[in-house]
């Protein structure tokens, strides 16, 4: 993923003896999106002129009276897919508007290149460093169906503490009870090497990996940890990493999902984010001797993310089951305030470290199910309306959160506990996004209604399964 111009990417896949190039591009929930073309297409003008697609069948894009659209490949982003059987070249594009020749609004892609560009306007920082812990499971087997008059799921894994008496042909044992995989070395664990050939796949196409490791529920939850980068490149990082999680899981046989809560009753999966702001190339959030030795502008930028919480988990915690993770006794954090250390407030400054540029907070609410351009976004423009607003945060809070009196837990300010309360959170608060133009409020409204129509109202109208055993019998 260096950087390269138009002619070292054709040089590169010509040197490769690339056969496809595939254009992918991020609909506006999130997920990457693609059409391939021969290596034959890939020409200097093409990086310039793009390569025209149907937006109208994009979601959050085009209505079809409007629907083409253009791509023009990121050269930053080209990277050799070791997945696919014919040797074939990845490039993350820009969408255009062929008609103005403009960006596209709401091309996620765009937003997050837009914060940068903000953030290079102002005093007091010109780079912003991202690193997110994304979480994922893995399973042996996954099944779901939802029809008029039923609906059913069930996920499996050799390690889940279920199947302990399961005729295996012989069960060898060695399962991992609830909340009890952090962290066991194999046999309990049973997918280090797995977890491995992810991390050397990701090695092999540029993401620098820090550490892997079995999280704490049972039935192979995962997390593998990448080195922090700036924003857009983290974004992209991102939707690599999830790529390669998934495509090798599938190729051994395995299933993997990064939703938040799959399994009742057991620890979801989280993108605890670390974020940091520099200047000139030097830490901006260290200061020797204050708390935490956190300077003025990370004290503010903390209180930018804690005031502006519920609207960044519109775009951070943006499904129907985020907020299944999202509840006290889980290890998910819920409390709004700020903390050195402890991981049961929503921001966190880790001391692992005493080099000033360590210096970061963690924002421990969002998941891998956002659309992590906006996301990200969302997060950094939260954190410099706090800077350039002087937003101080509540005093630090360095008790277990987890473990408070009913009236002491009221008296703290918490996350929302539905996508609905995210989504109204954000409508109502949506002006600090808007600064220097990086959104836009049709993408706002947009994201808004489609959250709403296709996944809060889907949900809300259907009958839950537990229901009939609540209320079958009245």
Not at 53 to 82: Q, W, Y
Not at 95 to 117: F, I, L
Not at 144 to 152: N, V
Not at 216 to 228: H, N
């Amino acid at each position: 993923m260096k950087a390269r111009d138009a002619q070292e990417v054709i040089r590169f896949a010509r040197e490769e003896r690339v056969e496809m190039v595939d254009l992918r591009f991020c609909d506006l929930p999130g997920i990457m999106q693609h059409f391939s073309v021969p290596v034959s297409q890939l020409t200097e003008e093409s990086f310039v002129e793009g390569f025209g697609f149907d937006g109208s069948s994009i979601r959050g894009f085009k209505s079809i009276e409007e629907s083409d659209m253009i791509l023009k490949p990121d050269t930053n982003t080209a990277v050799i897919d070791p997945f696919r059987q014919h040797k074939t070249l990845n490039i993350n594009c820009f969408v255009y508007d062929p008609v103005t020749g403009e960006p596209y609004s709401r091309d996620p892609r765009y937003v997050a290149r837009k914060a940068e560009a903000y953030l290079g306007t102002l005093e007091f920082a010109d780079t912003a460093y991202f690193g997110p812990e994304a979480e994922f499971f893995i399973f042996d087997d996954v099944r779901y169906q939802q029809d008029e008059h039923s609906a059913s799921y069930s996920v499996d894994s050799i390690e889940g503490a279920w199947n302990s008496d399961r005729a295996e042909g012989p069960n060898l044992g060695h399962k991992l009870p609830f909340k009890g995989g952090y962290y066991p070395v194999p046999p309990m664990d049973k997918f280090q090497d797995l977890r491995s050939e992810m991390v050397l796949n990701m090695i092999e196409l540029g993401i620098e990996i820090e550490v892997q490791h079995h999280e704490v529920a049972t039935a192979g939850q995962a997390e593998i940890d990448m080195r922090f980068d700036t924003l857009l490149r983290m974004a992209d990082k991102l939707m690599l990493y999830k790529y390669v999680v998934k495509s090798v899981a599938q190729r051994a046989g395995y299933t993997a999902t990064f939703m938040p809560k799959p399994l009742f009753q057991d620890n979801g999966s989280g993108m605890h984010t670390h974020q940091s702001l520099w200047k000139d190339g030097d830490p901006s959030f260290y200061q020797k001797g204050n708390y935490a030795d956190l300077s003025d502008i990370g004290r503010w930028y903390i209180g930018g993310i804690l005031a502006h919480g519920p609207a960044i988990l519109g775009f951070a915690a943006p499904t129907t089951n985020s907020y299944k993770r999202l509840v006290p006794g889980y290890e998910a954090p819920v409390n709004l305030v700020y903390s050195q250390r402890n991981r049961s407030a929503a921001c966190r400054i880790p001391m692992y470290s005493l080099s000033p540029k360590a210096k970061r907070v963690e924002f421990r609410c969002p998941d891998a199910t956002s659309n992590p351009y906006l996301a990200f976004s969302a997060m950094l423009m939260a954190g410099l309306d706090g800077v350039r607003n002087k937003i101080e945060p509540p005093e630090p809070d360095d008790r277990d959160l987890f473990d408070l009196s009913r009236d002491e837990a009221r008296a703290l300010p918490v996350v929302p506990s539905s996508l609905e309360g995210a989504l109204q959170a954000l409508r109502d608060d949506q002006q600090f996004l808007l600064e220097g133009g990086v959104f836009t409020p049709d993408l706002i409204d947009t994201w808004i209604d489609y959250k709403l129509f296709n996944e809060a109202d889907a949900i809300r109208l259907r009958p839950h399964p537990y229901e009939f055993q609540l209320y079958y019998n009245f």
